[in-house]
C-alpha cells in the first residue's frame, strides 16, 4: 500500500526527443500505491516528469513544501501540484483516491533535509556537466544513466 524509494524515475532531459521515460510513470498510474520519496531524480526533466504523471492521473504532494524536491535538493523550480503539511492530510487523500476508485498512485515529496542540501548542490553542479558530457559525447538511450552515475561519483569523489 506505501512504497518508500529516494527518488522516482520519470521523462529524462531529452525525453521529448527520445521517448525515454521510466515505467515508474506509468505504473503509478495503474497502481493504487502511495510513493513517498525525496522527489524525482535530479537527472531527469522535472517539469516534464511532473506533467507526465498528470496525465496519467497520479496524485502528486508536496509534503510540508511548495515546490517539488529533486532528490538531492530542496527545489527543483517546479511546484507542487498539491502540498500537505500532516501525516493525517496525507491518509486523507490516498483514503480519497481509493474511495474515488481511481486506480492511480499517490507520491508524497518530502525533501532532503536542509543541513544535507549543500551536498546536494554539488551533486546537482556534477550532474548537469555530466549530462553536458553526455551529449557531446553522443552517449544515448540505456547507457545514459550508467554514464552519469560513473561521472557523478568521479566529478564529486564518489
Do not use: W
Amino acid at each position: 500500500d506505501v512504497f518508500v524509494t529516494g527518488g522516482i524515475g520519470g521523462v529524462h532531459r531529452g525525453g521529448e526527443r527520445t521517448m525515454d521515460v521510466s515505467a515508474d510513470i506509468s505504473e503509478l498510474g495503474r497502481t493504487d500505491v502511495a510513493v513517498v520519496c525525496a522527489g524525482a531524480k535530479s537527472i531527469l526533466d522535472i517539469p516534464r516528469t511532473l506533467e507526465v504523471m498528470e496525465t496519467h492521473g497520479v496524485a502528486v504532494c508536496g509534503y510540508t513544501c511548495d515546490e517539488f524536491p529533486a532528490f538531492f535538493t530542496r527545489k527543483s523550480g517546479c511546484k507542487c501540484p498539491q502540498r500537505v503539511d500532516t501525516p493525517e492530510a496525507a491518509a486523507q487523500i490516498v483514503k480519497a483516491t481509493l474511495d474515488a476508485r481511481l486506480g492511480s498512485g499517490c507520491v508524497f515529496a518530502v525533501p532532503i533535509p536542509s543541513e544535507h542540501e549543500a551536498v546536494g548542490e554539488e551533486i546537482e553542479r556534477a550532474t548537469t556537466t555530466a549530462l553536458e558530457e553526455a551529449e557531446a559525447r553522443g552517449v544515448a538511450g540505456r547507457d545514459v544513466t550508467p554514464f552519469i552515475l560513473k561521472r557523478v561519483a568521479e566529478l564529486t569523489g564518489g
